[in-house]
């Protein structure tokens, strides 16, 4: 969990700084490897990191997932 929510905070404009690019906020990952964070872990993120990108993208315009849910469900209720 630590690892995928330092990714978003990385990836993620905030008022105090702009947001990092996948390459950017992986380097930073991989130099944690080991300190910050669980080799296996890091390892693990590797392994699906074109997932992260695609998750990433999904929300890019700050859509919560529960927003998506409540959406989803409102196109599914019959009138």
């Given at each position: 969990?630590?690892?995928a929510d330092v990714y978003d905070a990385l990836i993620s404009k905030r008022v105090y700084k702009p947001a990092f690019t996948h390459?950017?906020?992986k380097a930073i990952i991989l130099e944690g490897e080991g300190s910050h964070?669980?080799?296996q872990?890091?390892?693990a993120f590797l392994a699906v990191?074109?997932?992260f990108v695609?998750?990433?993208a999904?929300?890019?315009d700050g859509k919560s997932v529960e927003h998506e849910l409540e959406?989803?469900?409102f196109i599914a209720s019959p009138a």
């Open positions: 969990m630590a690892l390459k950017q906020a964070f669980d080799p872990v890091v390892q990191e074109d997932l695609e998750i990433a999904t929300y890019k959406r989803e469900s």
